[in-house]
Structure formats: C-alpha cells, structure tokens
C-alpha cells in the first residue's frame, strides 16, 4: 500500500552511473525492461558497488531526468565524493516534492509500484501541484519483513 504527502525538502545532489532509456515514454513495458537490464549490468560490473562505497548514507537513487531531449536513467548515492569514470551529478532543487511511500518484494517492484502510483494516480489527481519536469527519483531505503522499502520524490509546483 502506497502513501502520499507534499513536503518542503533542501536541495540535495546525487551522483549517478547511467544509460539512456530508448522506449517511447508510454512503453511502460519497454522502459521497465531497460531499467531492469541496467541495474543488473550496474549490479554485476562493480560499478554499483562504487557507488555504494563513497555514499554518504545507505540510500540507493534511481533517477530519471531528461536531458538533451534524451530519456536519462540513473543509478545513485548521496555523496560529497566523486568517481573516476564516468558519471553525472544530479541537482535537486530546493521546494516542494511530492513523497510516494510503499514497499515492494524486490527494488524493481517498488520502482514500479511507486512510479505507477505516482504519475497513474496521484499527479493526475492533484489539483494544487503539478510536475513541470526535472529529475526525478525512487530511493530504496532499506529492508524489513523480507520487503523492500523505499519512496518516490517528484519536485513540484503550486498550480
């Protein structure tokens, strides 16, 4: 079960390892697959497990961020280091953000729910906010129960 709330958040930076999503933006099917690809590539070249090692706390970003017109995707930790190979550092602003809560059995199953939750009902729902784009992110938080827990955050707008 998904929870919502609006809330006021500090910027914030993530540095991330990424790919380009190349799916139209309405093959959820499609996108989903991709992603799933990248966290195991990520998860298997070592790559995440850099990142994880300069975090600064044991939260795990996924990003999704237009850039340059192109569909971005990222892996990512919060952090005040940098990696030698290639990475970007992704801005937060300070403001208001729309926090999705759930839990899924695995991270993709979270990342789904929420983003399902969050742009299928929630957004479409709103009538004082509203998303005008910039990077977005599902933050796995931790496990309990044999559940992985985690939330969405989407700056937004009053309307």
Known sequence: MATHAFEEKDSFIVLGIGTE?????TDYAGINKEKETFWRAVGQDGRLDSLKAIAANDYLFAVS???NRMMMYYAGVMT???LPDEHRVIQFPKGTYLVVKGE???ADE????LT???FGQVLPAADRY???GGPNTTVEMGRRDGLVYGEMWVPVVEK
């Open 65 to 67: 961020e237009a850039v």
């Open 130 to 132: 509203a998303y005008v």
């Open 80 to 82: 005040d280091s940098s």
């Open 21 to 25: 999503l190349k799916s139209d933006y």
């Open 116 to 118: 399902g939750v969050t």
């Open 104 to 106: 899924g059995k695995s």
């Open 110 to 113: 979270l990342n789904s729910m």
